[in-house]
């Protein structure tokens, strides 16, 4: 799969994106947020195993800027129950506040979208992270509930924010 937007492309990862990938993977101040990293150089080609090849129906891609293939993050989708999903996203630190991150989920969000069956589509993130609610809420999810203690994350129990949209038309189960 390969989304389009104004100014970027979402295309599947390579192996040979393992530098670009390891940038913004190892960055401690990415990754103060994140369930990972900062990775080593074996988490980084670890991580390029699974997402060259995702199991569908998840949806792992890089996120590049159009005209230049150099991966400067990452966006994905995937089942998590019947009808619901969950996403997530990841940018090089130089590349924040520039309104890439809501272009690409909202590319990603819109594919998934699109699929039959799907009724609720969610992401989460830290309590801290008042950048990544901005991106859900230009989504069109809002803030369902606060999870605390949701998971150990680096040695830490870490409290989540959960953002979610029901879709128009869409059959919930009860």
């Not at 990293?37 to 199991?55: S, Y």
């Not at 891609?61 to 150099?70: K, Q, R, S, V």
Request: with cysteine; charged share 25%.
């Amino acid at each position: 799969m390969i989304l389009e937007t104004a100014r970027l492309v979402l295309r599947p990862y390579r192996v040979s994106d393992a530098t670009a990938v390891h940038r913004y993977g190892s960055d401690p101040e990415v990754c103060r947020y994140t369930d990972f990293g900062p990775n080593t150089w074996d988490d980084t080609l670890g991580f390029l195993q699974t997402a060259v090849h995702p199991i569908p129906p998840k949806i792992e891609l890089a996120i590049t800027l159009a005209g230049d293939d150099a991966v400067v993050g990452g966006v994905g989708a995937w089942p998590v129950a019947e009808g619901r999903w969950e996403m997530g996203w990841v940018l090089r630190g130089d590349m924040w506040g520039h309104g890439y991150a809501t272009e690409a989920a909202r590319a990603v969000f819109e594919a998934v979208a699109e699929r039959g069956g799907v009724h609720t589509i969610f992401a989460r993130c830290r309590p801290g992270n008042p950048a990544s609610a901005r991106v859900m809420a230009k989504l069109g999810m809002r803030f369902v509930e606060l999870i605390p203690r949701e998971k150990e994350v680096r040695g830490e129990w870490v409290d989540s924010q959960v953002y979610e949209v029901t879709l128009p038309g869409a059959d919930v189960p009860a």
